[in-house]
């Protein structure tokens, strides 16, 4: 029997508040001043290992989220698994998850029960009346390349 929209709601509620505990547990990001170029750098001279974290990190919340709008438990699992085998992979190399500037991923409810995800890092702003700037995964990504 497949879940009813009032369950999805709840699951899809619930997940967005994980998500949220998520962030607000993790250690406020230092970008070394309001310039986006200085945090690109400094999250470029991070160590590989950590680099390596953060791209798993972000690849297993997103197929987590897709597992878990799909109802998929196997995916779900799967996901999860690559999340844990990150953090493994992380103390292997003598650091821990704080040690790395990790993205803030949140999850965002769409109409018919489907979910989409954002991931991204929240800086000072630069200018202007808002307090902060959020910098999105992709776009980080890029500019660490050009760095």
Known sequence: MRPSGFWLRRVSALAVLISLFGCAVQ??????????????????????????????YVRGFRDNVKALAAENVGAQNRAQQQLSNSRQTLADSGLEEADCARPYCIIEPLQNGRLDTWCGYRLDADEGKDLYQWLDWETVQAAMKRS
Not at 28 to 54: H, I, M, S, W
């Open 27 to 56: 250690p406020e990001l230092k970008a070394g001043g309001e310039n986006r170029t200085a945090f690109v750098e400094r999250l470029a001279d991070t160590p590989e290992a950590c680099q390596a974290y953060r791209q798993a």
